[in-house]
Each structure stands twice: as C-alpha cells, then as structure tokens.
C-alpha cells in the first residue's frame, strides 16, 4: 500500500520548469516525503527528501505543503535527460521504500 | 555512478529452475534490500539484510531467500521458478542508520526471464 497518489504521465518541454505532484494524505508526523526516479533501464535513482520544510538541491526542489498532505517536485529547467519514471514515497522504516506507479515524465525538444 | 553493481545483467531460465542473483554494494553500506520490478510497475520490496541478518520481508514467499557478506556482497535465491518472476531484481545499499532520511543506492538490475 503506497499511500501516495501522482498522475500516471506528463509532459513537458525542454528548458521550461516543471512541477509533479503527489497527494500523501494519509502521511504521519514521522515519515519522510522521498522522490526517485528511474531513467530507462536503469534503477532507481535519489533525487530529493524533505520532511516540514521545502528542500532544495542540485538536481530539483521540493516543495512540502503545510499540512503535509501533499507535495510537489519541481525540475527548474528540464532537459532531455530528465525524462524518466518519478516516484513520490513515504518513508518511515529504514531501508523500505515503498513504490507506487510514478509519473512518467516526458520531455519535448 | 552509484557504487552498487550487480550481475549478470540478463538471465534466462526455464520453470522450476533455481537461480541466484548477485549484488556488490557500496562499502561501508551495512544494509542491502532487494526489490523485484514487473514490467511496467513501480518497485516491490523482497526483503532487507542488516549485518548479515534477514531485517524485514515483503510479500514474497519462503522460496526467495537471500544472503549478505561481510565483503559487502549479497545474493537473491530464488527456487522453484515460476513464469510470474520474469521481472527486474533491483538491489540497493544504505549506511543501516535506519533513519528516515537514508538515501539508498540502487543498483542497475538483474532482467529475470522464465519460459
């Protein structure tokens, strides 16, 4: 039970942000919000976590709503080699991730 | 580049075979999990191994089994082969804090076909 929901694709184009969303409703005070995504035959890959507040890093932003209710990943300029499956995850037992179905994200030159 | 390599990258068995998959994880990763993937699905968590110890279990039945080194090696088993296990075998390693915000490392994968 993955207890996080996010659109099944989106598209995007290339050089333009974007933002994937992801409804954890359910979420607990403890459990952290993780993002992976996986490039095509490959595994999965650590983009971002957060827990309250909004992260960022090298490779995206995560912006955490107040209530924690939901999330949203931002890439501030997809390119090419951004396309790939994204997989919003609560995480609250070491080492379990569970995975839903992600969103596949393309991107258009 | 993770740090995290398995092998082969490709297997082809027949049903009812046995298979073994492998996994090098990073050093000084003291927890590998494995993590079984069919063909358009997200990820299913196998099991973990902590230290060489069994730490925790998906909903996979007693034949898949695995093993963890002190070399930071570990192995998949997986016996009586069953056409549904055709699947992508993901290992991935972590430090073992078992905190919240362990990032883990995957490796590539193993592609399992049984025909």
């Known amino acids: 039970d993955a207890k996080t929901t996010q659109p099944n694709s989106m598209e995007s184009n290339e050089e333009e942000p974007v933002h994937l969303p992801c409804n954890h409703s359910?979420?607990?005070?403890?459990?952290?919000i993780h993002w992976y995504r996986q490039l095509p035959s490959q595994g999965p890959e650590y983009v971002i976590h957060?827990?309250?507040s909004n992260v960022n890093n090298r490779m995206a932003s995560l912006a955490i709503a107040e209530d924690r209710k939901s999330s949203t990943l931002i890439l501030h300029r997809a390119t090419l080699r951004d396309a790939a499956v994204y997989y919003c995850?609560?995480?609250?037992?070491?080492?379990?991730?569970?995975f839903g179905q992600g969103t596949e994200l393309s991107v258009k030159p | 580049e993770t740090g995290v390599t398995q092998s082969p990258t490709h297997l082809i068995k027949t049903r009812g075979q046995q298979v073994t998959l492998r996994c090098s994880s990073q050093?000084?990763?003291?927890?590998v999990s494995w993590y079984q993937q069919a063909l358009g699905q997200g990820p299913q968590f196998i099991f973990q191994?902590?230290?060489?110890?069994?730490?925790g279990r998906g909903n996979f039945p007693p034949r898949f089994s695995g093993l963890q080194f002190p070399n930071y090696s570990s192995e998949l088993n997986v016996n009586a082969l069953e056409l549904d296990d055709s699947a992508l075998y993901l290992c991935?390693?972590?430090?073992?804090?078992?905190?919240?915000?362990?990032?883990?490392?995957f490796g590539s994968g193993t592609q399992l076909s049984v025909l």
């Open positions: 991935a390693s972590s430090r073992g804090t078992g905190a919240s915000n362990e990032k883990l490392f």
């Open positions: 359910t979420i607990s005070g403890t459990d952290y």
């Open positions: 957060g827990l309250t």
């Open positions: 995850i609560r995480y609250n037992q070491g080492g379990k991730l569970i």
């Open positions: 050093s000084g990763h003291n927890t």
């Open positions: 191994y902590y230290r060489e110890e069994e730490n």
